[in-house]
């Protein structure tokens, strides 16, 4: 079975540039979760789907930021403009909903902003 | 907000020599994860443990929930150098939403 897909893999642009980062959860999961990880703070939540709606944006740095889930296998999380402060790895995670505790991750996007 | 602070950081020991990590937080958790994260990848799920003082056996992994669901340890017998990666605890709340703490870099020697 295919796990969570993320793409790209890799991501370098420069300041002021929009990025997008996509991903695919796994088949038949109920929620969908966008992390971003670095050294200094660890790996944070910054917004969280159930059923294609989001429950939860509390976490998202600020209004650069903005995710969508427009149906149950896909979701986008784009920063517009990027900073280089966003450099980070963003990680997409899925979760079927008889499973509450476990989390699936995708193998993230490295972003890298110039 | 809820905190977990994970200890040692760092640890780098010898191929066969057993040690234990550490998971803290102030703050009751419904349950608490363990996740095994290596360069380049997303952390994996090692285990989940719900009832406090729960212990589980992931073959020479041993995972601890304390008493008062607040801290957990995870103990590895034996190291070896395939257990290298960053261990992560993630505690889960109310919401079913993850904290997690910041992580310990384990590195097995040959």
């Known amino acids: 079975d295919a796990g969570v897909i993320q793409s790209p893999r890799h991501e370098v642009t420069e300041m002021g540039q929009e990025v997008t980062l996509r991903c695919k959860p796994i088949s038949g999961h109920n929620s969908l979760f966008w992390y971003r990880q670095t050294m200094m703070r660890g790996l944070e939540l910054l917004i969280y789907?159930?059923?294609?709606?989001?429950?939860?944006d509390s976490g998202m740095p600020e209004d650069r930021f903005s995710a969508k889930m427009p149906n149950a296998s896909f979701s986008t999380l784009k920063i517009q403009p990027s900073e280089p402060r966003d450099s980070a790895v963003y990680f997409c995670?899925?979760?079927?909903?008889?499973?509450?505790?476990?989390?699936?991750f995708g193998p993230g996007t490295r972003l890298t902003v110039t | 907000t809820q905190l977990l602070e994970q200890s040692p950081q760092f640890l780098s020991i010898q191929e066969g020599e057993n040690l234990t990590v550490y998971c803290n937080s102030s703050s009751v958790f419904s349950s608490l994860q363990w996740y095994r994260q290596e360069p380049g990848e997303g952390p994996v799920l090692l285990v989940t443990?719900?009832?406090?003082?729960e212990v589980k056996k992931l073959k020479r992994l041993t995972f601890q929930f304390g008493d008062a669901r607040k801290d957990s340890s995870l103990h590895i017998t034996a190291a070896q150098p395939g257990d290298t990666g960053l261990y992560l605890c993630?505690?889960?709340?109310?919401?079913?939403?993850?904290?997690f703490g910041k992580g310990i870099t384990l590195s097995v020697r040959p």
């Open positions: 995670a899925s979760r079927p909903d008889y499973k509450p505790y476990e989390q699936y």
């Open positions: 789907f159930n059923n294609n709606v989001p429950i939860d």
């Open positions: 443990v719900v009832t406090g003082g």
């Open positions: 993630a505690g889960s709340g109310a919401n079913s939403k993850l904290t």
